[in-house]
């Protein structure tokens, strides 16, 4: 299936700072979507994106849906320990859930205290 | 949130025998489940998509008769690998739609062993 170019692919940052990685696609997507994944569990939905252009915040998460379609970013601010995890970025072609998902890479976040 | 319930969350099992995973929508009903395999490190791959009442849609290079899937009922899907071997040893994730312009649940996960 289609895969997403995530990057950076691991992240050390100290505890306060700010957090940018984005993803990109050789095709277009309709849908944007930027999960959460801790160690032994199950991806949590951070944010949804559906339209192009869309910027979405959620507490000190910060979204956009590139203008192309073709990308996306996710920014963290002040961050903290909890952030610490797996950042995945899925991308859907159609704009219903009952289409494909398909996901980025992931990019590892540690956080120094 | 809808809440979506894995079982087992690990499973050891020896090469040769089969193992049953279960996916369970607590709080709703799911017409759609999807079933996914995630490699140590690795992003998450889907396998299959599971309907209600229907046959499983398996993505391409995903044998449908290793990796049984059975969507019985609106609220439970079960993905059975059968004879397994050390190559299947993965973290299985299911996810589960709420409606159809709505985004999936993911399951916490269930790692499999097998020795």
């Known amino acids: 299936g289609q895969q997403l170019n995530q990057s950076p692919q691991s992240m050390f940052i100290q505890e306060g700072e700010d957090v940018s990685m984005n993803c990109t696609s050789s095709s277009i997507f309709n849908t944007w979507l930027w999960y959460k994944q801790e160690p032994g569990e199950g991806p949590v939905l951070l944010i949804a994106?559906?339209?192009?252009?869309e910027l979405t915040s959620n507490g000190r998460l910060t979204a956009q849906f590139g203008i192309t379609r073709k990308d996306s970013f996710l920014n963290i601010s002040a961050s903290i320990p909890s952030d610490v995890g797996i950042y995945f970025c899925a991308g859907r072609p159609g704009r219903t859930g009952a289409n494909n998902l398909f996901f980025g890479t992931g990019t590892r976040l540690t956080v120094i205290p | 949130g809808a809440v979506v319930s894995q079982h087992p969350s690990r499973v050891i099992c020896k090469s040769g025998t089969s193992v049953k995973i279960e996916c369970r929508s607590l709080d709703f009903q799911a017409t759609t489940m999807f079933w996914y395999r995630q490699f140590p490190k690795q992003s998450l791959m889907l396998m299959a998509t599971?309907?209600?009442?229907?046959?499983?849609?398996?993505e391409q290079g995903v044998e449908k008769d290793k990796f049984l899937i059975n969507h019985a009922s609106l609220t439970l899907s079960t993905l059975t690998v059968t004879s397994a071997h050390p190559e299947d040893s993965s973290f299985y994730i299911c996810s589960a739609l709420v409606r159809a312009n709505t985004e999936a649940f993911f399951g916490q996960g269930t790692r499999l062993t097998v020795v």
């Open positions: 994106l559906y339209k192009a252009g």
């Open positions: 599971s309907n209600e009442g229907s046959k499983a849609t398996y």
